[in-house]
Structure formats: C-alpha cells, structure tokens
C-alpha cells in the first residue's frame, strides 16, 4: 500500500552492527628497518619504514586473522593495538601464501570475539560493513553491498573465491572485517583494485568459510596442508564438450599427469576427460584445483571421466601438496 513501510526495508542506521563488531578489530602498526645506498658515501643509509593494517579476533583464547601480505616484508616490530586502547607484541603463529591468510596470537584477557557468519549464505546485494584501519585511522566503517562472490584473482592468491565489494578499502584495511548488516563477520578485507590512484576501484574480501579452515590447519600444524592430484587441467570450450557428447556444460581435460603422482598411480592419463571429482560436476579448472586443495593427504578422490569416447572410473588418493607450489596454472 502506498506510504506503508515495507517489513523487509533496510534500516536507518547501522550503528547496532558496528558495535557489535569493531570492539573484535585491532590496529596492527609494523616497522622495518629499510637499507639505501648513499650516492655520496660508500656507506649505505638506513631508515625505519612504518605500516599499518588490520586484524580480527576471532576467539577468547587470542587468536587474531590477518593478511599474509602485512608481513611478506619481514617487519621487524610488530604491534597490535586492541579496539579498547591495549598495545601488546603479537605471536605469529603461522601464515598461509597462497589464501593470504595469517595468525597471531595475543595473551591478553577480556578479548571480544566476533561472530562468525557463512559467507555461503550471502547473497549479491547484500549490505556489508568493513571496518578497519586505513591510513591509520582507526575503527573506521565504510558500507557497501555485495557485488559479487566466487571472484578468482590469480595474481593475488591460489585458493580464495574472493566477494566483491564497493565498500570503500584503503591501505590499511588489509585484515580488516567485512561483516553483514547485524554485525557477523563475513570477510576479511584483503584487496582493492584501482584505475588509478584518483579511484576508489573495487574490493575484495576472503570469505570466512574459507578462513575458518585455515585457521583450523595453522592452529593445528602451523601451516596449511592441502592435497595433491599431480595433474595440470584445462578448461574446455563448449565446441569441445559438444565433439565429445557433452552437453551438461561440465568436463575438464587433462593436458599432463605427472609422473610419479597420485594422479599417475591411478592411470589416469593426459587427454582425459574430467566430469567429476567425489560426485561434484566439474565444469572449470579453477574448481577442480579447489576440489583437489581441499582434500587432505591419504584422502580418495572418485573421478569420472571419459577416455576415447568411453566412460570409467577411478580412485585417486590424494599427496600433500608441495610447499611453495602456488601457480594455479601450472599445478593442481
């Protein structure tokens, strides 16, 4: 009716989420000692050089989530300053590369974890908070929606289906929290892609689903442990799929199963056809690397595929994953 509210109308403030979750992100303030040539002197220069960024608390126990990429220059003082004023010098427990993800850890008591939503269950448009510390001004909000989710950015990360979002990220919004219109955390703010320096550009976020599995493995073993098939795929073209009866729009193709590799001990062989791994349709590379990451060492992997126009089955068990080995396009 007209001039009747509608139920679902989104709220007037979002205050009530903002206070339920910025008391859970820290500042993280880093220093590192920079050496320069002096053109003057054979003597080299030095200098501090500062940053900052973000972070999330994410249990009672002091556990933080980060970006990898705050530490990739090998600060040498590390800070984390707490929503309510406390400064400490934070363990790093661990990191993980190829998700640009990090732990630390602080003994402190009376912390306030955030809440931990799905980021399975957002939806595109959905409002979205991130909250953090850009050029070092801290609990700062900005609001945006969802613009997409399953964003695949290789020159980033290997394993992070990215949302999208054009809620405002600066420098120092790196491990910040991204968090739904009640406050849960759905992302921690990662990346912002600009035309130009003029630009706000677009902003990305590694989904809480995802992180929560790395934190797990980082608490567990200090790194990550992914599994390994030892194949390299391809996407296929739906020209392709149609030459060899394929109408589903699924289907991968093998170009080279590495010798020695788990994929090579189940005979599966470079021209195959790949439809599906554990009974999930498999319709690009990039999926079929997260399958394959997912998985554990010692795990089976049933694969349906299809060789010179027959069907067949296998059973892969799953390697660990190579250290260092972050190319999508090279390994899966």
Request: aromatic content about 6%.
């Amino acid at each position: 009716m007209p001039g009747v509210a509608s139920e679902r109308a989104a709220p007037a403030s979002y205050a009530d989420a903002v206070a339920r979750s910025a008391p859970s992100v820290a500042n993280i303030y880093t220093k590192r000692l920079v050496q320069e040539p002096d053109r003057l002197t054979d003597r080299p220069r030095f200098r501090i050089d500062s940053a900052f960024a973000s972070a999330v608390v994410i249990d009672a126990e002091g556990y933080l989530v980060t970006n990898y990429h705050v530490f990739e220059t090998e600060p040498t003082e590390i800070r984390v300053q707490l929503a309510d004023g406390r400064n400490i010098e934070p363990e790093v427990v661990g990191f993980d590369a190829e998700s640009d993800l990090a732990l630390l850890r602080v003994n402190l008591p009376d912390l306030q974890p955030i809440t931990l939503a799905r980021s399975d269950d957002l939806r595109i448009g959905d409002v979205v908070l991130a909250i953090g510390n850009p050029y070092g001004l801290s609990t700062s909000v900005t609001q945006g929606i969802v613009s997409a989710t399953g964003r695949n950015l290789y020159q980033l990360v290997t394993f992070a289906n990215f949302i999208q979002t054009d809620a405002a990220i600066n420098a120092g919004n790196s491990g910040g929290a991204l968090v739904n219109s009640q406050g849960d955390l759905v992302g921690i703010n990662t990346a912002i892609l600009a035309q130009d320096s003029t630009t706000e550009g677009i902003g990305f976020a590694i989904p809480v689903d995802l992180v929560r599995g790395v934190v797990e493995q980082i608490k567990l073993h200090g790194r990550v442990i992914r599994g390994y098939m030892g194949l390299l795929p391809d996407d296929m073209t739906d020209a392709e799929r149609r030459a060899w009866g394929i109408d589903s729009g699924t289907g991968i193709v093998l170009m080279e199963v590495y010798e020695g590799g788990p994929a090579a001990a189940a005979d599966l062989r470079a021209g195959d056809i790949i439809l599906a791994l554990n009974g999930e349709p498999v319709y690009s590379r990039r999926q079929a690397l997260l399958i394959s990451a997912s998985t554990a060492p010692g795990d089976a992997v049933e694969v349906l595929g299809i060789r010179q126009g027959e069907r067949f089955t296998t059973t892969v068990t799953a390697g660990e994953r190579p250290q260092g080995l972050y190319d999508p396009a090279v390994e899966q």
